[in-house]
Nanobody, 126 residues
Framework: QVKLEESGGGSVQAGGSLKLSCLVS????????MGWFRQAPGQQREAVAM???????TIADNVKGRFTISTDSEKNTLYLQMSGLKLESTAMYYC????????????????????WGMGTTVTVSY
C-alpha cells in the first residue's frame, strides 16, 4: 500500500522559511515524477514544484527562486524548501507521486499524479 505523509508545516512570518517533508512508503520511485501542490483557502489546487526520478526539477513561475524541491532516496523522502514566504503562500501543501510521462501529458496537472498525501498546513502572517 502506497502512503505519502507530509510534515513540516506550521506558522511563519512573511519572509521566513519552512522545509516540508513527504515520507513515501510502499512505492518505488522510478521513471516517474513526484511533486508538491498547494491549495489556498477558496482557491483551486495548484502545482508548486516537481522532480523526476533523475533529479530534474520543474518549478512553478510564482515560486521560482524561492522554493526548491529535492529527494533523499535513502530516506524515501521528498522535500520542499521554501524561503521568502509571502502571505499568499498560505495553503495546504500536498505531496503527490507516480506521474508517468507520456505523449501530451502536463507535468503540472494534478490529474497526472496517482498517489496523494493528506497535506500539511502552512500559514504565513505578518
Amino acid at each position: 500500500q502506497v502512503k505519502l505523509e507530509e510534515s513540516g508545516g506550521g506558522s511563519v512570518q512573511a519572509g521566513g522559511s519552512l522545509k516540508l517533508s513527504c515520507l513515501v512508503s510502499g512505492y518505488t520511485y522510478s521513471r516517474s515524477y513526484m511533486g508538491w501542490f498547494r491549495q489556498a483557502p477558496g482557491q483551486q489546487r495548484e502545482a508548486v514544484a516537481m522532480v523526476d526520478s533523475d533529479g530534474h526539477t520543474t518549478i512553478a513561475d510564482n515560486v521560482k527562486g524561492r522554493f526548491t524541491i529535492s529527494t533523499d532516496s535513502e530516506k524515501n523522502t521528498l522535500y520542499l524548501q521554501m524561503s521568502g514566504l509571502k502571505l499568499e503562500s498560505t495553503a495546504m501543501y500536498y505531496c503527490a507521486a507516480d506521474a508517468q510521462p507520456k505523449e501530451g501529458w502536463r507535468v503540472f496537472s494534478e490529474n497526472e499524479y496517482k498517489f496523494w498525501g493528506m497535506g500539511t498546513t502552512v500559514t504565513v502572517s505578518y
